[in-house]
């Protein structure tokens, strides 16, 4: 997964390297795409994991690629698994509000039911969000489980629910205090996992400060204070195009500031990771690189996506009509049927192709970038790491998929 190593006073210098190209990964990724909407979307499991495949295998760390173990297979079948037990959970959910006089079947007929069906619909989704962390937890270890490098397993303790109140808690406190301490959170959700991480039989260790963490939020803060000082000012001097302006020049900058924000945190976070209490990290990730690959591609996507939509009309608009009239003798039916299902099957190749084309122009470039920026230090103590016991993978991100928490590669 990594570049030829090194010598230098630090120990062997291992840097990354990605060799993923464009054309057979859009080929992955589309001929994937349809054969989900074949299946009514069965196959995504299956697509899915022949996506990591492509994406693990073309990492590369001197020599050696990453591999991925999981299966479609054991994916679908720990998706049914969370179907069954979410289907449970919200029944009894259900249940406990129904004896109480909650209900969200019931169309209120006065404000009082008004407020009270939407009491239950936020208690609903309030019972879901612990699982949304458990969900989260659980297909970190999973990924972990399944993957290999140099011939060793990646792996996590068990840890899910520990995770759940964690994170409930350290979101509250980030909300509570207008995101003041969001670098808290992230530090000690970060800590949390990666002390519970391990390759082969060497622990990962996350140290350093979470204070450490506030110039990452400088342009978060400046993005603010231009969206809400810049409407304010607008307002006040009874200029709605001030305020407009001023507030779309906030919403950008705010924008670019959370991705700045996520790239110098996992900058800081990653130059204080631990492997086996001697192996150090280093990232040079850069903000302007991310935000760049985003916009460019996303103008690239967006303009050839247009462009296979437009294709998808003219098609529709010369094939349609010849059915519509040649069936115009015996009744719509049969010509209205064929085009439907002609055209369907159009509009799904169309978003299989946009699919594909976000995943080529945004995503594999973003992994590209950030997997080229990594350096692993003092190497040569990775001979001393052993193999670790197999993981079941619990549920095989099953939870991550029923909640939709779990699309990302």
Do not use: C
Not at 10 to 34: E, R, S, W
Not at 47 to 72: C, H, L, M, P, Q
Not at 161 to 189: C, D, E, K, S
Not at 280 to 298: D, H, K, R, Y
């Amino acid at each position: 997964m990594w570049g030829k190593g090194i010598g230098m006073d630090a120990g062997k210098i291992i840097q990354g390297h990605y060799q993923g190209q464009k054309g057979p990964l859009f080929n992955l990724a589309f001929t994937t795409a349809l054969l989900t909407a074949v299946t009514l979307g069965i196959y995504r499991f299956w697509a899915k994991t022949r996506i990591r495949n492509y994406i693990w295998s073309s990492t590369v760390g001197e020599g050696d690629t990453f591999e991925y173990t999981g299966t479609g297979l054991e994916k679908f079948l720990g998706f049914l698994f969370a179907i069954v037990v979410l289907a449970i959970y919200l029944g009894i959910i259900q249940m406990i509000l129904f004896y109480f006089g909650l209900t969200l079947l019931r169309e209120p007929t006065t404000e009082a039911e008004f407020l009270a069906q939407a009491g239950a619909f936020y208690i609903t989704v309030l019972a879901v969000v612990p699982l949304i962390f458990f969900a989260q937890y659980r297909a970190r270890r999973y990924k972990l489980a399944r993957t290999r490098w140099r011939g060793l397993r990646f792996g996590a303790d068990k840890g899910a629910w520990g995770y759940v109140w964690r994170a409930i808690g350290h979101w509250a406190l980030t909300i509570l205090t207008l995101g003041l301490l969001l670098p808290r959170q992230t530090f000690w959700l970060e800590k949390y996992v990666t002390d519970r991480s391990w390759f082969g039989d060497a622990r990962f260790e996350q140290t350093g400060s979470w204070t450490r963490l506030y110039p990452a939020m400088k342009h978060l803060i400046i993005g603010l204070v231009v969206l809400l000082g810049g409407v304010a000012a607008g307002a006040a001097m009874g200029s709605p195009a001030i305020a407009g302006l001023m507030g779309l020049v906030g919403y950008v900058w705010l924008m670019i500031g959370m991705v700045s924000y996520r790239v110098q945190s996992f900058i800081y976070l990653t130059g204080n990771k631990l492997l086996d209490g001697k192996i150090t990290f280093q990232a040079n990730t850069e903000t302007g690189v991310i935000v760049s690959t985003v916009l460019v591609g996303g103008l690239v996507v967006g303009l050839l996506t247009g462009l296979v939509f437009a294709v998808v009309g003219v098609v529709a608009s010369m094939v349609l009509g010849p059915l519509l009239v040649g069936s115009a003798g015996a009744g719509l039916g049969v010509g209205a049927v064929l085009g439907g299902v002609l055209l369907a099957g159009i509009y799904i190749a169309a978003l299989a192709v946009a699919g594909a084309l976000a995943l080529v122009w945004i995503t594999q470039p973003i992994i590209a970038h950030v997997v080229q920026t990594v350096t692993v230090r003092n190497a040569d103590a990775l001979d001393e790491i052993h193999q670790r016991a197999a993981d079941t993978g619990a549920d095989a991100e099953g939870f991550a998929d029923a909640l939709d928490v779990g699309g990302a590669i």
